[in-house]
């Protein structure tokens, strides 16, 4: 019988908007540089692939917030060097980053508050387990997002990430549920599912649109569906 319910954070509860590449042509324009979200947004494929590729290669950088936070801001410098403005693209990256740590720079989900909303009228201990910085906490309290999570587990924070099962065991502990009895919810089969599984959790993929039919979990296409598949 499930008691918890936790849930990633970022392309899970919500997403960055203004987008990343509106965000770098505004902070780009307000530094001097004669550029727009038409020069920033080519470069946005290349700039998930570089995060991926870092990601594979070693993503311990979410186990520490300094290791966090420089992840973002490679990501923002090395779209500034493919747009041509890599002579200042320590202080737009810097800007940007700060842009990306207030909550008027991110939006929830459609479906996010009345899923939320719901598990908690029924009864879940709800959480968050998420591969974030120190700051997470703080976010989602900006976001009036916190008052429905019992806890909040960021991989900075406690110095481990997913998918190392290790996070999803401490938020276990935090929620005082056994693994079998917690469902966890998020984006990635490979960090969400894998690691929820490793743990002993039910994983659940949130699949928006329709992108992970390979993925061996159990998959949503709405938060909607959340309350009745537990």
């Not at 950088?61 to 890599?86: K, M, N, P």
């Not at 800007?95 to 598990?119: S, T």
């Not at 938020?171 to 919810?185: G, S």
């Not at 490979?190 to 039910?202: E, F, H, S, T, V």
Request: charged share 25%.
């Amino acid at each position: 019988m499930t008691e918890a319910v936790f849930f990633d954070v970022g392309s899970t509860l919500l997403f960055p908007c203004p987008s990343v590449a509106e965000t770098l042509a505004r902070v780009a324009a307000e530094r001097g540089h004669d550029v727009t979200v038409r020069d920033m947004e080519p470069h946005m494929p290349a700039m998930d692939a570089y995060y991926e590729a870092e990601y594979l290669r070693d993503g311990d950088f979410w186990c520490s917030h300094e290791g966090s936070t420089a992840i973002w801001l490679d990501q923002y410098r090395y779209v500034c060097h493919l747009a041509g403005i890599g002579h200042d693209a320590e202080g737009v990256a810097q800007a940007a980053h700060a842009c990306y740590r207030r909550a008027n720079h991110w939006e929830l989900y459609p479906d996010v508050a009345a899923c939320l909303r719901a598990l908690k009228e029924a009864g879940y201990l709800l959480g968050v387990v998420s591969n974030w910085d120190a700051g997470l906490e703080g976010l989602l309290r900006d976001l009036r997002l916190l008052p429905y999570f019992d806890f909040v587990t960021s991989s900075a924070v406690v110095g481990y990430r997913k998918p190392n099962p290790v996070i999803f065991e401490l938020a276990c502990e935090q929620a005082r549920v056994d693994p079998a009895a917690a469902v966890h919810v998020g984006d990635r089969p490979d960090a969400d599912g894998d690691g929820a599984a490793a743990a002993g959790i039910r994983p659940i993929i949130i699949d928006r649109h329709d992108a992970e039919a390979a993925c061996p979990y159990e998959r949503v296409s709405t938060l909607a569906d959340i309350l009745d598949v537990l």
